[in-house]
Nanobody, 122 residues
Framework: QVQLVESGGGLVQAGGSLKLSCSAS????????MGWYRQAPGKQRGLVAT???????TYADSVKGRFTISRDDAKNTVYLHISTVKPEDTAVYYC????????????????WGQGTQVIVPS
């Protein structure tokens, strides 16, 4: 089973910054795509940013220019650097991984983390 563990959430004042991390545990051979999604209170979970194994990135329009996604394949970790945070960034942020291949040969099409809360007071 895929295990993704997020960290780095918390309370941050508007205009501040923080960095989220998500690591996939286990002996992993490769991960095709990694990304971040978020779910604000009363809203559906939506895309924040994704990054492919080749480094191609996509961002939601609402975060372009403020959020930066990156990954360290040696650590099976994806990061989300959030700058100039706004109250509307308040949400639970979920890590996603697509196309995980473990060294054993086991393949998982997708996995999700448990989420990390980001709160930006208005």
């Amino acid at each position: 089973q895929v295990q993704l563990v997020e960290s780095g959430g918390g309370l941050v004042q508007a205009g501040g910054s923080l960095k989220l991390s998500c690591s996939a545990s286990g002996s992993i051979f490769s991960i095709n795509s990694m990304g971040w999604y978020r779910q604000a209170p009363g809203k559906q979970r939506g895309l924040v940013a994704t990054i492919t194994r080749g480094g191609a990135t996509t961002y939601a329009d609402s975060v372009k220019g403020r959020f930066t996604i990156s990954r360290d394949d040696a650590k099976n970790t994806v990061y989300l650097h959030i700058s100039t945070v706004k109250p509307e960034d308040t949400a639970v942020y979920y890590c996603n991984a697509e196309g995980l291949t473990y060294s054993s040969g086991t393949y998982y099409p997708s996995g999700w983390g448990q989420g990390t809360q980001v709160i930006v007071p208005s």
